[in-house]
């Protein structure tokens, strides 16, 4: 088989909009991208998961645990290329509404920050990790998704 793209797709809080969008493009790409794109860790569609020396990891969602934070970093160890996909990714809202609540609503939310092991603050993915790329949007923006796509097989001369 010929060199194929080593993608990674990796989901952290938020409501996975983006990846259902994903899934619904493969309705129209799967057939092109199988031959061009080696999926090395997408739960949505695959148990295995490599995530050894990865092209470009696509990460959906805001970051709000250490067991988070440490995940990602171990992503943009293995990775050439990190894209943050949807405004959660990107800008850290809707997911992190909680950075706004005022001192009582977080008096009320403190145990449950505690039991579960949630950072104070939500982060978007930028706080943590370097991020070459964004798809913006709520969901993510298909179009500008589907260009990085393309600008990726070409960057890794998988295409010409
Ligand atoms: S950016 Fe919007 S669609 Fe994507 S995970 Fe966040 S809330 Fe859901």
Known sequence: MNKRLKLGWFSFSCCEDSTIIFTELLNDHYLTWKKLIDFRSISVLQKKEDLTDLDVAFVEGAITSGGQSDRLKVIRENSKKLVAVGSCACVGMPSAQRNLFNTETNTEIEAILTRFKYLPKVQKLSEI??????????????????????????EFKIIS
């Open 129 to 154: 990790v370097t991020v070459d790329d964004q798809v913006p949007g709520c969901p993510m923006n298909e179009k500008i998704f589907l260009t990085l796509v393309d600008k990726y097989l070409k």
